[in-house]
């Protein structure tokens, strides 16, 4: 007996919101990733003693879920397409790591510090790590190149 039209429908908009949430997960713990990938394995993040790192503190629509170095995973294995996932370096020195600094601090010492961006470079690749995904996505389900 074929669907009907209501079915059909039914059916296309669960496969969406499956595959939104895919691109959605597999997108966010990129960008974390990258963001956490230390400047001896390619990436930006300084890392001397770990500090850094391990202060990564992640939320869930504004509810803390996690914190350490890999507390995006946890986050992401709850985020559903379309919440707020948020994480912060919670050192009081990880401003300064990301943009950079060059005067005096609020100690008296003297910084001639170049940023690192670790976050913005990872955040200003979101487009192309989701693009990437879908197409991936697409290519692992038979459909579009």
Known sequence: MPKTFAATVGEFVEKTERNLNAVFKQSVQEVFQIAQTPKGAGGRMPVDDGTLVKSLKMTLGGQFIAQGETAYIATVAR?????????????????????????????????????NFFVGNAVGQWQNIVTKNARLLAQIQGGVR
């Open 79 to 115: 985020a559903s397409f379309g919440d707020v996932v948020r994480g912060e370096y919670t050192v009081d020195y990880a401003m300064r790591q990301e943009y950079g600094f060059v005067g005096e601090d609020k100690l008296g010492r003297e910084y001639n510090q170049k940023g």
